[in-house]
Structures are given as C-alpha cells and as structure tokens.
C-alpha cells in the first residue's frame, strides 16, 4: 500500500507561485503520478500527470504553460510547480498515481490518493 502526503499549499495573491509536493512512503517509480484538484461545490478535476520516468506529462488546458509536473524517483517525490497563479486556481489539491499512463483525466482510475492540501488565490 503506497501513502500519499501532499505538502506546499497556501495562501498567496494573483500572479504568485506555490510549489507543491507529493511525498510517498513507498516507491513510486512503476506508476503514473497525477495531480487532480477540486473547488468548493465542484466535483475533482484533472490538472496534470506524468509517465514513471516524467518523460511524458499532459496537461489540463486551464493550467497549460502555468504549471509544470515533475518527479524524483530516486526521493519517492512528484511536484507541481504552480506560476502565474489565478483566483480559480483555488482548490484543494490532490496527489494520485495509477499503474498505467493511460485515461489520465478520469479520476476513478487511480489507485493511490492523498488527503489534499489548499491552496487560495486572493485577487
């Protein structure tokens, strides 16, 4: 059982940046790793997922060109780099991973969630 913890979350205004991190107690490097986020009275949405090696990523097209998805295997360790931050960006954000690069943008296909952590964005 691999366990997923989010960190990196925050308040910060329009514009700024915040880079978040998904750390996992176990390795990771066999599965595709994703980050989902979800907006008060919105259901989860796919922002950003990457291949075992993050040699390919895809983007959802409200982030792309903003955010930047990456990892470290050898830490156990998937980023998100958030730039360019807007008041819609506000949401918890989710760590996922799945075994399979493949239908990234439905949610019910990962295996392995974390709890979240918030993010805000004041205008």
């Known amino acids: 059982q691999v366990l997923l913890v989010e960190s990196g979350g925050g308040s910060v205004q329009a514009g700024g940046s915040l880079r978040l991190s998904c750390s996992a107690n176990g390795l990771i490097n066999r599965y595709a790793m994703a980050w989902f986020r979800q907006a008060p009275g919105k259901e989860r949405e796919f922002v950003a997922a990457l291949n075992w090696n993050g040699e390919n990523t895809y983007y959802a097209d409200a982030v792309k060109g903003r955010f930047t998805i990456s990892r470290v295997n050898a830490e156990n360790t998937v980023y998100l780099q958030m730039n360019g931050l807007k008041p819609e960006d506000t949401a918890v954000y989710y760590c996922?991973?799945?075994?399979?690069?493949?239908?990234?943008?439905?949610?019910?296909?990962?295996?392995?969630w974390g709890q979240g952590t918030q993010v805000t964005v004041s205008s």
């Open positions: 996922a991973g799945r075994y399979y690069y493949s239908q990234l943008v439905p949610s019910d296909g990962y295996q392995y």
